[in-house]
């Protein structure tokens, strides 16, 4: 991973204004009050099972990495889970977006709330089945965790 190239792409997110509907960036998804760039994005073929063990295990380094670069800016991240988040989302509850997405395919993410703009960035590790590509996910909106 280029922590510096990742790097811009967060200060890009950080400093744009939110999209006011959804739409398909030159780094990921945006949506209402949220954005999500693909960091970094792994092969997609698994069939060697240690191989995907490995490439999880190189992403959530990759991840702790860079969140010890962002947390000498922004101070010490909090881990927010999304295993309820799904469950809620299972049950029929519709949450705010990002988060309710998120849940389907992103364990928990490392989170930072920014008090003078209301937003919220966190990086997350992200598979949406066994076989497709991991993806380290950066995210920045300004919709508070259900």
Excluded at 33 to 46: F, I, K, N, Y
Excluded at 52 to 63: K, L, M, N, S, T
Excluded at 71 to 98: D, H, I, N
Aim: aromatic share 8%; with cysteine; charged share 25%.
């Amino acid at each position: 991973m280029d922590i510096a190239q990742a790097l811009t792409v967060i200060d890009r997110l950080c400093s744009a204004p939110l999209p006011r509907q959804h739409a398909r960036t030159d780094t990921g998804t945006a949506g209402p009050g949220w954005a999500v760039a693909e960091l970094q994005t792994s092969e997609d073929s698994w069939e060697d099972c240690s191989r995907r063990q490995q490439v999880r295990e190189q992403y959530e380094c990759d991840r702790e990495a860079l969140a010890a670069r962002l947390a000498e800016r922004w101070g010490p991240p909090q881990t927010f889970s999304l295993y309820s988040v799904l469950e809620r989302t299972m049950e029929g509850e519709a949450l705010a977006e990002p988060w309710a997405s998120l849940s389907h395919h992103v364990v928990d993410l490392t989170v930072w709330r920014h008090e003078e703009s209301g937003r919220w960035t966190g990086l997350g590790v992200s598979q949406w089945d066994a076989e497709l590509p991991f993806q380290l996910l950066a995210v920045v909106t300004d919709q508070d965790p259900p």
